[in-house]
C-alpha cells in the first residue's frame, strides 16, 4: 500500500476547472484513510483524555496536510 504523501501526490490539484471530480476523489480518499469523521464534520473537536486528543490532532494535520497539497497554491490565500 502506497503511503499518505505518494498517494496525494497523485490527486490532481483543485483548480478553476475540476471542482467536481476532485471532490468525489477526495472524499473516497478521506474515507480510506479513515480522515472523513474529520472532514465530515462529525468529529469537530478533541476529547478530554489526553491520548484520545492527540489523536484527534494527529487524524486533523493529516486532513488539513491532504487539503492544503491538494489545492493550487493561488487558492490557499
Not at 14 to 25: D, H, V, W
Not at 27 to 40: A, M, R, T, V
Request: proline content about 1%.
Amino acid at each position: 500500500m502506497e503511503d499518505f504523501s505518494s498517494t496525494l501526490n497523485s490527486i490532481e490539484k483543485l483548480n478553476e476547472s475540476n471542482y467536481g471530480s476532485r471532490i468525489t476523489r477526495m472524499q473516497y480518499y478521506f474515507l480510506g484513510q479513515e480522515l472523513w469523521d474529520i472532514i465530515g464534520g462529525s468529529d469537530t473537536s478533541p476529547l478530554t483524555d489526553v491520548e484520545a486528543a492527540k489523536r484527534w490532532k494527529v487524524k486533523a494535520g493529516k486532513a488539513m496536510y491532504a487539503l492544503t497539497v491538494t489545492i493550487e497554491d493561488e487558492f490557499l490565500q
